[in-house]
């Protein structure tokens, strides 16, 4: 079961993740779009979409910083476990609480309003469940740290860059707590949803806007 | 100097009688589909009024078109850094109530009923969420004044810093026909985070690529005439587009062929791109509208000719620019004027102001009046046409009681007035343009595909139609 869960389904993952968002961009480039509903309801998007995309932003950058760079790294720094358990958390709580807010906030508004339920797919109502449990499960495992002391960075962060270098060390994985386990089934179902679903937008972030003339002109 | 060809319209508001046919022949071509039920590419509004959407002429609100900031151009938006933490939410977006909500009736229960003592209803359903509703507002509720107080919202009279009286007697309208206006300096282009808005080279149209499109709506608020719409149902972005299939095959717009006033003038205007910037720069926003006339060039000028030519504009293209009524009427004869010259996008649709109803002063046995006495108070017209500038209105105005001065003393064989503005037989030229001029005199387009002469077309003849033909584009 371990080495299906963490041997198989993460490449199964990235392989869906990377190959059909190519092909949704190759061949559905017009269905692609922030799918934004500002336009049917705004007054109660005002705290909500800000708050949960700066609570996403925060928690990417801590996984980046978590899973990425190695425990040797930071404590070459002079960052011993104790300092980093606390910066872990200090950062952590405030982008969960946000994250966690700002998406249930954006799930009363979506399913109690009629205009938004109208606009809610079924690839949506899918996407909200899997993203939902993803969070939860994420912000239940940091919360997890201030009572029991796990360190994700001795198993999964070795774990997820023996992904990376395509030879997956599965020994790390045993006995990882619930909530951790949960996560990882979860992250890799939201990645194989990304390309089929509006998650696709991260990858519209308009860099190129800042390089570019005001007017911009074509030929037919 | 880099000469660029447009396709400009021209719309004579004394003609037309709000009849709404240009927007129902659009809606009927473009936005009779899901998402886009509340669009009107093309609307027409009584003005005074609050128009559609709701307020759309008040910037302070939606922060459209551009400003000069210490003497630079740019988007009244905010800059790109600005714009881009607006990403999550825009507090400058419309919504779909300040255009209207959209609905249709139950016809079905008129026909279904059973027998009963009471005729059926056909109640409102919303065309959104298909629930029953009440209808509070409609794309067109100030139709003819019929919402009475909101005229007295127009942003213009706010601007104007007076009230004015629905009192019958003093009571006066007019009606504004919009489209977009395909601007030689375009805010939705340049708010377009993406870069899926452009400006064609060739005839000037500006339009959205749906395939680029990912729904930031920044287009929405920064164009000042509102005339972007956001499909909630594509997610993406939906404009006017000159009905360029059309124009691509000599033909008017939509709007322009079903016109039953005849309103509307189409043609090419040749203009120079280098120039566009620096006048769009004019300090003064009353001046913005001569130098917007000086951007526009003389299509029989020889170096304008050869600078054309050089930019790749075919002949088909330069023998309409010469012939072109719109040059004609807004350069030559300058009887048209920009809406709202003061949001800096300098449109290329041109309004001819209205003088109707000219009987204002009728007790006083006036036949013409002076154009300070219209019923149309001259301050609010330049509100809407030149940045608060009076004068220009009235010189405008002017210029077509002169016409029709000239045209009356000519029926009644009376002899012509002296120290005219213009030779006679130019007043003999605008009326028969702006009066009884045919289809083919109001609308010159060069013919066939652009930049395609019209032998070559022949040789297209039983090909696939205007997706490909022949493989010209």
């Known amino acids: ?220 | 100097m880099k000469i660029m060809a447009q396709v400009a319209m021209v719309m004579n508001l004394d003609k037309c009688i709000g009849c709404h046919t240009c927007s129902i022949t659009c809606k009927n071509t473009w936005t009779n589909r899901e998402g886009a039920e509340y669009m009107y590419f093309n609307n027409v509004e009584t003005k005074p009024g609050i128009g559609y959407p709701k307020q759309w002429e008040n910037q302070e609100k939606w922060k459209g078109g551009w400003q000069l900031k210490d003497g630079d151009l740019s988007l009244r938006t905010g800059s790109k850094l600005d714009r881009i933490l607006k990403l999550f939410y825009h507090p400058e977006q419309p919504e779909l109530e300040d255009y209207y909500h959209p609905w249709t009736y139950d016809y079905e229960t008129l026909i279904h009923s059973e027998r009963k003592n009471h005729q059926p209803v056909a109640r409102p359903r919303s065309l959104i969420t298909h629930k029953r509703m009440d209808i509070k507002w409609g794309p067109n509720w100030e139709d003819d004044l019929s919402n009475g107080e909101s005229a007295r919202n127009d942003y213009n009279l706010q601007k104007m810093a007076q009230d004015i009286t629905l009192e019958f007697h003093d009571i006066f309208m007019k009606y504004l026909p919009r489209n977009c206006n395909h601007c030689l300096n375009p805010a939705c282009v340049a708010a377009c985070p993406s870069g899926a808005i452009y400006k064609r080279e060739e005839d000037g149209v500006v339009l959205v690529n749906q395939d680029g499109c990912r729904g930031w709506r920044h287009c929405i608020p920064a164009c000042p005439y509102k005339k972007i719409y956001y499909n909630w149902k594509s997610n993406k972005a939906e404009k006017c587009t000159f009905c360029y299939p059309r124009l691509e095959n000599g033909l008017p717009t939509i709007c322009t062929d079903t016109c039953v006033g005849r309103i509307r003038y189409l043609g090419v205007i040749l203009y120079d791109l280098d120039a566009v910037k620096a006048a769009a720069s004019t300090t003064d926003p009353q001046q913005i509208y001569s130098s917007v006339l000086d951007v526009i060039k003389d299509p029989t000028d020889p170096a304008v000719i050869e600078s054309a030519k050089a930019s790749g504009i075919s002949d088909a293209w330069l023998r309409s620019a010469e012939i072109s009524p719109v040059y004609k009427i807004i350069k030559t004869w300058k009887l048209a004027l920009p809406l709202h010259p003061e949001y800096r996008t300098l449109p290329m649709v041109w309004y001819i102001p209205p003088l109707s109803p000219i009987a204002k002063k009728i007790e006083d046995r006036v036949y013409l009046p002076d154009s300070k006495e219209m019923r149309i108070p001259v301050a609010y017209l330049a509100e809407l046409f030149s940045a608060g500038n009076t004068q220009i209105i009235y010189q405008t105005l002017q210029r077509l009681l002169d016409m029709r001065t000239v045209m009356r003393r000519k029926e009644l064989g009376e002899p012509m007035p002296q120290n005219m503005e213009y030779e006679i037989n130019t007043y003999e030229k605008m009326y028969r343009l702006l009066g009884i001029a045919k289809y083919s005199e109001r609308i010159k387009l060069p013919a066939g595909l652009q930049g395609v002469e019209h032998d070559k077309l022949r040789e297209l003849q039983g090909s696939v139609g205007y997706s490909c033909p022949g493989g010209y584009c």
């Open chain 1, 1 to 220: 079961m371990n080495e299906f869960l963490y041997g198989v389904l993460p490449y199964v993952a990235f392989t869906v993740l990377i190959g059909g968002t190519i092909i949704r961009y190759a061949q559905g480039e017009r269905g692609w779009t922030t799918k934004s509903s500002e336009f049917l309801s705004k007054d109660d998007l005002k705290l909500a979409g800000p708050m949960f995309h700066l609570g996403l932003f925060m928690a990417f950058g801590g996984h980046i910083i978590g899973i990425l760079i190695p425990k040797f790294v930071t404590e070459a720094a002079g960052v011993n476990e104790n300092m980093y358990h606390f910066i872990a958390l200090a950062g952590g709580i405030p982008a969960g609480v946000l994250f966690t807010l700002g998406f249930i906030m954006l799930m009363i508004r979506r399913f109690s309003n009629d205009k938004m339920k109208v606009n809610t797919s079924q690839i949506d109502k899918l996407l909200y469940l899997i993203l939902g449990l993803t969070i939860l499960t994420g912000f239940a495992g940091t919360l997890s740290g201030m009572f029991n002391h796990f360190d994700y960075r001795e198993h999964i962060s070795p774990w997820f860059r023996s992904l990376l270098m395509l030879s997956p060390e599965i020994s790390y994985m045993e006995d990882i707590p619930i909530f951790f386990r949960l996560h990882m089934l979860l992250w890799c179902l939201t990645a194989i949803l990304f390309p089929f679903s509006r998650l696709v937008h991260c990858l519209s972030f308009p860099f190129e806007y800042f390089c570019r003339s005001n007017i911009v002109y074509r030929r037919k």
